[in-house]
């Protein structure tokens, strides 16, 4: 494969999670981009595993983190959101054509930092007894990737600048409830994670401005409008307001976010 936009199909088709986290971490980031090709959508996107069995967001109840297995079912809930994060990075490379080469440069870099995640946290699994696919998990995150495939705009406000925004300001807060149950190694993994995750959030933030200058749109009510049309989950304090200004949001943004 000798473009990296159809190359980026490859690991996302893949089913097996292990193996697409190591397919995704092969890809050359080298490859030419052809930015103008209409690609078509091949079936099975993404590929995923027969496990973990897949249920209701509401059905997950928060693991004690009194007992081994509910520690690992945390890890096991973290992995799982860092592959889902993988499909998101590569499915945003090969989906939405016109954008400039650093575009695609920048989400394949992404795909394979949340590839370095899913390896890190699977390995920590296994070294606790447990493998991906051992817990139940929701499919929340590719609902999203769904509602928002027709437009690069909602895919980039809803993805990186909601969804991995709001892992920024859960990171604190899960970091401390894995070390104070005394799985000090997570707590390294999540610092790995919140430092590249500041990166992901700011390209989100880069983008997402390109797009809305592209188009003559407001950035403050755009992500309002957008927000309401795709249902994005509302966000809650406390705001990680150190980690969103490293990513990139401005005031005005960071305003919006306490009084909407
Ligand atoms: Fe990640
Ligand atoms: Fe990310």
Redesign the pocket.
Known sequence: MSELRLATLVPLLIADAPAKAAATLALDAALAVDAGAVIAEPAGIPGRPERPRLVEHIQLKPPSMRTPAGISALVHAIAHIELN?IDL?LDICWRFPGMPEAFYRDWLR?AQ??AK?FTLLREHLLSLGFDYGDFDAHNALWDMAERTKHDLLARIALV?RTL?AR?LDASPAVKRKLVGAGDRKAGEILDVILH??IG?VLAGNRWYRFLCERRGLDPITTYAELAERHQAPKLRAPFNLEARRAAGFDEAELAALTNP
Do not use: L
């Open positions: 994060a990075a992404i930092e949340e995640h990186p991995e892992g590249d995750e992901h």
